[in-house]
């Protein structure tokens, strides 16, 4: 009877956290993956629930986030989405390597023959989708909406 009594409750406790935690941070990718969710893509199911004349602008943002551009038109607001994809790797030959002119020099001439800082490379990424959401003039109701797969 006079048994020795444990309690290992306690050390159990930051393993249900733990798996709690890993559950909660898996639920994306469960549910469609975490490119989706993440904005890497234009979801085509919330582009089908776009109905000119009555979604807001609120549901827009609320399904995409921010647009990566916005025209102000006399007509009113317009919305434009993009998403890009990775660039396919081109074959490798040392042999024929040639480096970037950006990489062997600091500087570039523009157009009017002014020495300027060489831009940054934005090369690699290919246009996956666009949507282009045009508002009415109150600017808070859809007039019309383009989504495009490239």
Known sequence: MGGIRTNWGWRQLPVRRGLILVLILALPWFLGGWRIISGDTINPRLVQRIQDGQTTKHEILAFFGEPQEIDRTPAGPVFHYKTFKDAPAMPYDPDKREPNPQSTT??????????????????GKILRSTLTVRFKPDGETVMSHEYKEH
């Open 106 to 123: 600091p500087f570039v001439l523009d157009p009017t023959k002014q020495i300027k800082k060489a831009p940054l490379k934005t090369e």
